[in-house]
């Protein structure tokens, strides 16, 4: 079973990071392929890597 607690907090947690990175990108004058690329990266990848680790598992009691 999932938590909703901890999709919707990990979820936040990406979602920051790459609003992060459109900043960053966006200060650096990059390229337009660049904010479709590195913020969908970071979430595919951070997502995978959470949910490999077992964090959005909910623990038995």
């Known amino acids: 079973m999932v938590s909703k607690i901890?999709?919707?907090v990990g979820?936040?947690?990406?979602?920051?990071?790459a609003g992060g990175a459109i900043a960053l990108l966006?200060?650096?004058k990059a390229g337009a392929t660049?904010?479709?690329i590195v913020p969908?990266?970071?979430l595919v990848t951070g997502a995978t890597v959470i949910?490999?680790?077992?964090?959005?598992n909910?623990?038995?009691?």
């Open 11 to 17: 979820m936040l947690v990406l979602l920051a990071l």
């Open 40 to 42: 969908l990266g970071i």
């Open 6 to 8: 901890r999709v919707l």
């Open 34 to 36: 660049w904010f479709t």
């Open 58 to 61: 909910k623990k038995g009691r």
């Open 51 to 56: 949910q490999s680790l077992g964090w959005f």
């Open 26 to 28: 966006a200060a650096m």
